[in-house]
């Protein structure tokens, strides 16, 4: 009864800033001059959960279901890497800079080959994510750790360097001259199956979703079940009480930054080498930076960050129907998650007045 009872909890804050946000966003929708229902019901024709009056030749519902399904892939990946960060008391906000680094390495040592089986080549990129996000993510940890090094700061200065280090390799030597991003990858290493035709439709196939969902079910476990997810959240509570109980916090600090790294890395891959398959020189995507508002949304919880994965997405993706749809400009889509992610941020605050309530109840 207990356990029903805190999970009820957990997810009656984000729930009711859901609802407080879709309550005033069909306020705001209604005094200028738009249909509510409508608006909201856009938006979810535009990701594909609800059909479309009409569709172009060899498009359907599932053809926009599975490019929101390609679109959010990424996501699941950097909130997961949020959520792992913040367990141990850590701020990762250069999810972006490791999604690139990652990304960029993926291409270049993969993206551009022809001749590689196409398992295991898309294995390797996988591979090259893992592995180069988890160095990105690890450098900062050890910094962390040996120089006391704040990793807001260490982050910020990083995606700045892996921004503009990036934008000249890209720039100088893999640029595409038509488009001026980096030459588009060959399908053999893409973790999206473009242009798939099942059943006389074309979707956008991404692989990586059974990637994401794996590396929730695994987070999940570190996190909740493992000895060093305890040692993590002992950390994140009290580094000097972890310490005192003879954890080693120079190690979480280290392994949940490599963590973090390794699954922002994952999110780099799957979103440069599937649902874009090029690199925009001298621009960070705002994936990292959404992904903390994700992961606050959820609760910081594996299984709660799909949730509010998809429901953010549903809002930013189906914007765009949304405005030729309904007539709602997309920036309305914009402020609706910015009332969610406030209400979502006094989780805190919630929490401690309804235990003082309850504690004055008892006396």
């Known amino acids: 009864m207990n356990k029903l009872k805190k999970f009820l909890e957990a997810i009656a804050i984000p729930v009711a800033a859901v609802i407080i946000a879709l309550i005033v966003g069909?306020?705001?929708i209604k005094v200028t001059g738009s249909e509510p229902g409508l608006a909201y019901k856009s938006l979810l024709q535009g990701c594909g959960i609800i059909p479309k009056k009409s569709y172009a030749n060899f498009k359907g519902p599932m053809s926009d279901f599975t490019s929101?399904?390609?679109?959010?892939?990424?996501?699941?990946?950097?909130?997961?890497?949020?959520?792992?960060?913040?367990r141990c008391g850590l701020f990762n906000i250069g999810v972006s800079g490791q999604m690139l680094v990652a990304g960029f390495t993926a291409t270049v040592i993969v993206g551009y080959t022809t001749t590689m089986n196409s398992i295991v080549a898309k294995i390797l990129v996988v591979v090259i994510g893992i592995v180069v996000g988890s160095i990105a993510g690890a450098v900062v940890?050890?910094?962390?750790?040996?120089?006391?090094?704040?990793?807001?700061?260490?982050?910020?200065?990083?995606?700045?360097?892996?921004q503009y280090v990036i934008s000249f390799f890209i720039n100088t030597y893999y640029v595409d001259p038509v488009?001026?991003?980096?030459?588009?990858?060959?399908?053999?290493?893409?973790?999206?199956?473009?242009?798939?035709?099942?059943?006389g439709i074309k979707m956008d196939l991404p692989i990586g979703i059974i990637l994401?969902?794996?590396?929730?079910v695994l987070v999940y476990i570190l996190l909740e079940k493992t000895t060093l997810g305890y040692e993590l959240k002992a950390v994140g509570f009290s580094r000097r009480a972890a310490k005192y109980a003879g954890i080693n916090v120079g190690r979480s600090v280290v392994l949940a930054m490599t963590i973090s790294g390794a699954l922002a890395g994952l999110a780099g891959v799957t979103y440069y080498l599937g649902y874009v398959g090029s690199i925009q020189p001298k621009v960070l995507v705002s994936t990292g930076y959404d992904a903390i508002a994700v992961s606050l949304l959820g609760n910081n919880n594996p299984f709660g960050i799909i949730f509010s994965t998809i429901l953010i997405t549903i809002i930013s993706n189906g914007s765009t129907y949304m405005k030729s749809s309904a007539g709602v400009e997309a920036e309305i889509a914009s402020v609706i998650t910015g009332i969610i992610l406030i209400c979502s941020a006094s989780n805190a605050f919630v929490k401690n007045y309804?235990?003082?309530k309850r504690a004055e109840v008892k006396k």
């Open 212 to 216: 994401a969902l794996i590396a929730v």
């Open 179 to 199: 488009s001026r991003q980096s030459k588009l990858i060959s399908q053999t290493a893409r973790l999206t199956l473009m242009d798939t035709v099942v059943g």
């Open 354 to 356: 309804i235990e003082q």
């Open 68 to 86: 929101f399904v390609n679109y959010f892939t990424p996501m699941i990946f950097a909130a997961l890497a949020v959520a792992v960060a913040l």
């Open 141 to 162: 940890g050890f910094l962390k750790y040996k120089f006391n090094i704040n990793e807001v700061v260490a982050t910020i200065m990083f995606n700045y360097i892996f």
């Open 26 to 28: 069909a306020i705001i």
